[in-house]
């Protein structure tokens, strides 16, 4: 249940913005080359204002070659930006960064320290900016991961980038954000698109990359337990579940579970007053009851800020990705 989100949501935006980026201690020696505010997208929706902006994490792993590119003066005003380097060297996973925020807050900026930690492992990552609520009501938010995606899909050649080794990593709304992206991801182009406003025939879905793994931390994943006139999530979902049930289920990671679902890492704190820890319980209930690798990580006596920050979280991140995207210490 996500019922106590909005009355202290707030509140926990207050204490995100209050401290300063996460850690940027690096984890290794390598070098990374890193753009800011790069547009992912295309979608006359992201023109404007800084949705649709990402920083773009490049690792320099021994013996790659880089090669700067220049930027044409106006294109990245009305296309996505071509990355400004070009990288010849052996392939890389990627990972699309999520932040949260209870889709109506945050930036990239709140989570830029986990886009350093990742990147420093070598790891290439897109940290974006999403549409937010209540301007941008879901699907918007789930169609802008979809962006980044692709636009990391796009790109793989340009950033030596292997394929096959696309992430997702999202905390809080952005843990909802990356679960839903990644369940769908195995599912019909019908059912997908009943959390998005792409048509069935745009041409962005033959392009979306193979999810290979996701990281979820705090995540609202089942709002269809909501009661039916509760409209405390109607900034984000139009309305109550009663008035749109169909959203609420759409909305739902858990309503999308199935075997060939890639696999899932959730950490959630065990004291989470936020988005309570039975969320993930169940998510993760499911998951395993259709075979999909999952693991749930509970950080012991700790909440839903204090668990986003905290040393387990980071280790556990880390463990997982270096484990389902292959890399080699």
Known sequence: MIAHLPRLFPIAVAALFASAPLWAEATSPQVVETFENLRFSASPELQSGSAGLADLYVPVLPGDSIDKVEQAGTAAATAPSEPPVRVVGKLRPAIVVVHGGGWLAGSKWTISGYAQQLSQMGICVLNINYRLAPHA?????????????????????????????????????????????????????????????????????????KIAAVCAGGPPCDFQNLPLDNDSLSYFLRGSRRQFPELYAAASPIAHVSAADPPIQLIHGETDMIVPITNSRRFAEALAAAGVSVNLTEIAKQGHIVTLMHPQTQAQVSEFFREQLRLHP
């Open 137 to 209: 009501k879901f699907p918007a938010q789930v169609d802008d991961v979809r962006e980044a995606l692709v636009y990391l899909s796009d790109h793989a050649a340009d950033l030596a980038i292997d394929p096959q080794r696309i992430g997702l990593f999202g905390y809080s709304a952005g843990g909802h954000l990356s679960a839903l992206v990644g369940v769908l991801a195995d599912e019909s182009r019908q059912e997908q698109a009943e959390a998005s406003r792409w048509s069935l025939m745009d041409p962005r879905w033959a392009r979306l990359p």
